[in-house]
């Protein structure tokens, strides 16, 4: 299951519609509000010290240090050294090909599916609510269930998909398909399958918040629905789609579960966390494995960074 | 403005792709765990099983199986794994359930205070720990498991619910914090004003009315919980801490080609998730776009 999308922050709205307090009442319940407001935070900020913020810099220093003889020794302080021989590995670079293959499918796929289903059900029908309930399913449903689910699909020999194939004459035999060219295609496939209901809701919510009215009076002018498409929808539109990116980019950067399900830990499948995964799990190289993870997450925060700065740019400019 | 009927019947047919899109998998392996072995190997591929069988969910859930051996597994206990899938569901809705308790005592009252109270800290305090969600959680397993082996905590369900609540406290509090904010002050403006102290105001007056926030909340996290699995992979192996998504790979690695059987774990295991997202579809909705918005 993809992660949650998120708003971007409104300033200045916390704690401001407050009415003006005065003299030694007002300053007493100031006081208040500041000892209550502390001891509400501390659980979360507790939590997120001791558990994502220590760990993070407890790995970071395992990052920094050979492995040692055991798995809870370390080794010789090297510096960026692990994270040198992370980049240079062929392992590395076969995955970080591969993650590239698979994030442009996704993307891809996840735009023009999203926007083509966001389309569909931006005006009320009948039925429209539980397809709602239909549409958030495979979102809901945990990716490595999923997974097992389609695996009959592409199974070698009979699977549903040779099959459905070999009787529309698109192929001649049977294949083996995770071992093809088309493993990491289909991979993305079912990853889309997860992913695509929150894309669809993200870009549902930036259709309607565009006016009716501007459809109306464009269709006065005589513009067509294509034209609408093209010269309304998409342009105003554009705020979601780059939210969207962003949200399918990151997920597709770290997808895992999927292929672990369907292809295990096989080479011509593997992505970036797949090879994560290998080292830390597999080989029980820890410091590499980190290093790796930490220029993962470094990478990409920088995308959508980038991604973040440049839409602004170009909605500035 | 009214769509032409080209218009309305393109729409009918997108959307009954949409909805084929999103059950298929779902119905093919419905269908897959009512077959018999026979159905999933002939060639071509029944899709339809020529009769229901449920010899997938008897051994599944009942450990017995007719032939001698399960097909595609050699010396497979299907009882003990039987009773090895009931454990791993019972574990993971056990945990799912504690975690989402946790989350939701942890960030209602965080997203209260930070939309709703001034003190100082409070705004770098919510960007601290909504800037956590850009690390990935497989940045910090290793960290993490040292800390659970040191802390006696590996292999047990605390260990476990630690490490959701810190991967899950965060968005939870990020989205409490904006259905808050969105609430209408006045109510506990008035209250204030009847001299209610700030507690007794959040109590009893700003609590009830984030009633349909944190139902939302709780079935988004109930979600993302219950679908983890790198996490339980690496910091559970007994049978309390191993949740269905986890001996659900490793069936795939035993029953590699018993279609039926994996099907029928799968199905049995996307029931609880399955009924959230029906269930509560439109508060879900409300919250995943209110939050992109």
């Known amino acids: 299951m993809p992660s949650v999308a998120l708003k971007e922050p409104q300033a200045g709205q916390s704690g401001a519609r407050w009415p003006a307090r005065s003299g030694l009442w007002g300053a007493t319940a100031a006081r208040e509000e500041a000892r209550l407001g502390r001891w509400l935070v501390l659980p979360v900020a507790a939590v997120t010290v001791a558990l994502v913020i220590y760990p993070l810099v407890l790995g970071f220093e395992t990052s920094l240090y050979a492995a040692g003889s055991t798995l809870s020794a370390r080794g010789n302080f090297v510096g960026a050294g692990n994270y040198a021989e992370v980049i240079k590995d062929p392992a590395t670079i076969s995955a970080a090909l591969h993650t590239l293959e698979y994030v442009g499918i996704c993307l891809v796929l996840q735009l023009a599916g999203g926007l083509v289903t966001a389309v569909a059900l931006r005006r009320a029908f009948r039925g429209r609510g539980l397809m709602f309930g239909v549409l958030i399913m495979p979102w809901a449903l945990p990716s490595v269930v999923s997974g097992v689910l389609w695996r009959r699909f592409f199974a070698p020999d009979n699977g549903l998909l040779n099959s459905l194939l070999l009787h529309l004459h698109l192929i001649h035999n049977a294949q083996v398909w995770m071992a093809t060219g088309w493993a990491i295609p289909w991979i993305a496939v079912v990853h889309v399958w997860g992913t695509l209901p929150l894309i669809t809701l993200i870009l549902l919510a930036g259709l309607q918040s565009i006016p009716d009215e501007v459809y109306s009076a464009s269709a006065v002018d005589g513009a067509t629905p294509a034209r609408q498409f093209w010269h309304i929808t998409l342009p105003l539109l554009r705020p979601a789609l780059v939210v969207a990116a962003i949200i399918g980019l990151v997920d597709a950067v770290t997808i895992f579960d999927e292929i672990y399900v369907l292809n295990g830990i096989a080479l011509n499948t593997s992505s970036v966390v797949m090879q994560v995964y290998n080292l830390i799990f597999v080989q029980a190289d820890f410091p590499h494995g980190i290093a790796f993870a930490f220029l993962i997450a470094a990478f990409s925060a920088l995308l959508a960074v980038v991604a973040l700065i440049a839409a602004r740019l170009r909605r500035t400019a | ?293």
């Open chain 2, 1 to 293: 403005m009214k769509p032409s009927p080209a218009a309305r019947a393109l729409r009918t047919i997108v959307i009954v792709v949409i909805a084929a899109w999103s059950l298929g998998p779902v119905a093919i392996g419905v269908l897959t765990s009512i077959s018999s072995q026979n159905d999933v190997q002939a060639v071509p591929a029944r899709w339809w099983p020529h009769q229901l069988n449920l010899d997938a969910y008897r051994a599944i859930v009942g450990g017995v199986h007719s032939a001698g051996t399960v097909a595609g597994c050699v010396g497979c206990n299907t009882a003990a794994d039987a009773s090895a899938f009931g454990q791993s569901l019972l574990s993971s809705v056990e945990v799912t359930a504690e975690a989402t308790l946790a989350t939701l005592l942890v960030s209602v009252v965080a997203g209260y205070a930070l939309s709703r109270l001034r003190f100082r800290g409070g705004k770098v305090l919510l960007w601290a720990v909504v800037g956590t969600l850009v690390i990935p959680l497989f940045t910090l397993v290793v960290a993490l498991f040292r800390m659970m082996v040191e802390l006696h905590l590996i292999n047990t369900q605390l260990g476990l619910v630690l490490v959701y609540l810190s991967a899950e406290a965060p968005l939870a509090m990020w989205l409490l914090y904006n259905h808050c904010r969105d609430l209408p002050p006045e109510p506990e403006e008035a209250a204030l004003m009847d001299g209610c102290t700030r507690w007794q105001a959040f109590r009893m007056v700003v609590l009830p009315q984030m009633r349909s926030g944190i139902a939302a909340l709780a079935a988004i996290v109930m979600l993302l919980t219950y679908g983890q699995f790198l996490i339980p992979l690496l910091l559970g192996s007994t049978p309390s801490t191993t949740p269905v998504t986890v001996l659900i790979t490793e069936f795939v690695g035993k029953y590699t080609t018993n279609y039926p059987i994996l099907a029928a774990a799968g199905v049995i295991a996307v029931l609880p998730p399955a009924i959230i997202a029906l269930l509560l579809n439109r508060h879900i909705r409300g919250m995943l776009s209110g939050a992109t918005g």
